[in-house]
């Protein structure tokens, strides 16, 4: 007797035909998407794919120019994030909307209708223990937020949706700022909640990650949905990067063996306040040779930021020294840095890493405008910058409709392109490398990293800095971990484990005598 098919799970989101335009930009193009009970289902894209703008419609922050949304069958139109809480939908943003002078507790309660005028709070305490213990979530209800980790922040989102009575939760790039034993407990949390028949959005880049915990994905490339609800078993990384960016992407660059040559970067005993003067680093020892790439690893804040401004002379610093070919340049000027060969790819692209209103040209000569041919003396020739522009745009393929265009019109990938062309064509003894594929796509990525490998083998000293785990291990040499602005140990074999752990605080001496133990 034939056995009956398995019924699929009901669908309770259908959104049809979501079309939705921006000036001069058409960001969701026809787009179908569905989301059935008790599944993940990834959202996934490049840039500027319409992912982000297709969740802010169903989440009730922008409203469709055509097409039709169903929620557990029947037709609605949300005017606000609120109407769309109250028919079960909760977003959870990539950047936290917590108030850090408040307990767990007060900010999960913060805009319900009631309490009103009486608060007992010991008792709202116990219903989120209650709450946080039955999906898996470690937090203490009276911590105050400034006390919490960011894994535990991100758990005070999920609860404040769960407690509103979410049965559909999108996230955006929730685990862009965990550490890998972070991410483990999130997805424990995840699972947990879809064993109970909610529904999860997970709108991610980390392609790894993608296929580790979604049950389906979508994919959008420039509005319009490539791959639309596919199943997530069997499908490779290398076909959603294709689905992503419309070519195949190479993830797995061939990496020459590493010859260091002399010291380029040597950081003695470093100590340096962050922009609220709260010691930021403290006691920081670097070394980075010729030939090689030194990856630190941290999760974001913990002094990797100010680490980069001290040797880039973008802040001072309270003790020790910078020395970089084997010249002190603490507290100096920029100037003397870049004259020394330090090139500088900053996080904060817009404001620190080009003038948002000068041309393409203005922003790549800012390092060769005094340097024949472009500048003799007092004399600044236009054509030999305008030259000189055009050859890097074609070289740095930077799309713009022209090299006069101002950069505060180009993509994210383009304007870390200006960036990299810029300070690449110096030929630098050392690269500070901040963040450099932070919000960029799969295919520019590649290309990043393509760019990174070829400085290293023309001998330049790079301190690579991101956030990305896989990203560090494939390309640096060595890695080392900052943690509360203290190098906790470093590794040059990619252990995954115990990166993370010293991300979380355990000293290399302390995980490595067993003192702290491994799971």
Same mark, same amino acid.
């Given at each position: ?25 058409? /960001? ?13 289902? /990834?959202?996934?894209?490049? #840039? ?15 409203? =469709? ?55 007992? *709070? !010991? ?8 709450? !946080? ?9 009276? %911590? ?19 407690? @509103? ?13 965990? %550490? =890998? ?78 010859? =260091? ?17 709260? =010691? ?22 913990? $002094? ?10 973008? @802040? ?64 600044? #020739? ?9 050859? *890097? ?28 062309? @810029? ?23 590649? $290309?990043?990293?393509?760019? *990174? ?67």
């Amino acid at each position: 007797m034939e056995q009956p098919k398995p019924t699929e799970p009901e669908v309770i989101v259908s959104m049809r035909g979501i079309t939705k335009r921006f000036p001069g930009v058409l /960001a969701n193009d026809h787009v179908d998407f569905d989301l059935r009970m008790g599944e993940i289902h /990834a959202l996934l894209g490049e #840039n500027g794919a319409g992912k982000s703008t297709l969740m802010n419609i169903l989440a009730g922050l922008y409203r =469709p120019d055509a097409g039709t949304i169903l929620v557990n069958g029947r037709p609605v139109s949300f005017a606000s994030p609120r109407e769309a809480i109250n028919a079960g939908i909760g977003m959870i943003h990539q950047h936290f909307m917590l108030v850090p002078s408040m307990t767990v507790t007060e900010n999960i309660l913060i805009g319900l209708e009631k309490p009103r005028f009486r608060l007992n *709070l !010991s008792a709202y305490d116990r219903e989120i223990q209650a709450l !946080s213990e039955r999906f898996g979530m470690r937090v203490d209800p009276r %911590a105050h937020v400034w006390q919490l980790s960011v894994g535990e922040q991100q758990r005070i989102e999920i609860l404040k949706m769960l407690y @509103r009575g979410a049965g559909i939760l999108i996230m955006d790039e929730p685990t862009a700022v965990l %550490a =890998p034993s972070e991410v483990d407990e999130l997805f424990h949390t995840l699972r947990a909640m879809t064993a109970e028949g909610k529904s999860i959005i997970f709108i991610s880049h980390k392609l790894h990650e993608v296929m580790q915990i979604s049950d389906r994905v979508t994919v959008l490339r420039r509005g319009k949905v490539t791959a639309g609800g596919r199943s997530a078993e069997g499908i490779t990384r290398e076909e959603l990067a294709r689905l992503m960016v419309g070519r195949e992407v190479i993830f797995n660059l061939q990496k020459k063996p590493c010859q =260091p040559g002399n010291v380029v970067l040597k950081v003695e005993d470093l100590w340096a306040d962050n922009d609220k003067l709260l =010691p930021a680093l403290r006691g920081v020892n670097l070394e980075i040779r010729q030939g090689e790439i030194l990856g630190l690893a941290g999760v974001a804040g913990n $002094g990797q930021r100010e680490l980069a401004d001290v040797i880039t002379g973008l @802040r001072k610093a309270r003790k020790g020294r910078v020395l970089v070919g084997g010249e002190d340049i603490t507290n100096q000027a920029v100037s003397k840095g870049i004259r020394r060969g330090v090139s500088h790819i900053p996080e904060d692209r817009t404001h620190v890493g080009t003038a948002p209103n000068l041309s393409v040209t203005d922003n790549v000569v800012m390092k060769a405008y005094n340097r024949a041919p472009i500048g003799r003396g007092w004399l600044f #020739n236009a054509l030999a910058a305008s030259n000189y522009a055009e050859e *890097l745009r074609k070289s740095y393929d930077i799309v713009a409709p022209n090299i006069e265009t101002p950069v505060r019109l180009l993509s994210g990938g383009n304007l870390q392109r200006v960036i990299l062309a @810029r300070e690449i064509s110096s030929a630098p003894a050392l690269m500070i490398a901040m963040q450099p594929t932070r919000g960029l796509d799969v295919g520019a990525i590649e $290309g990043v990293h393509r760019l *990174l490998l070829a400085q290293r083998d023309a001998g330049a000293a790079i301190l690579l800095i991101s956030e990305e785990l896989e990203e560090l291990i494939a390309l640096s040499d060595r890695v080392a971990v900052i943690y509360e602005g203290q190098i906790m140990g470093e590794v040059n074999d990619g252990n995954v484990d115990e990166i993370g752990l010293m991300m979380t605080g355990s000293r290399q001496e302390q995980i490595r005598s067993a003192e702290v133990p491994h799971g």
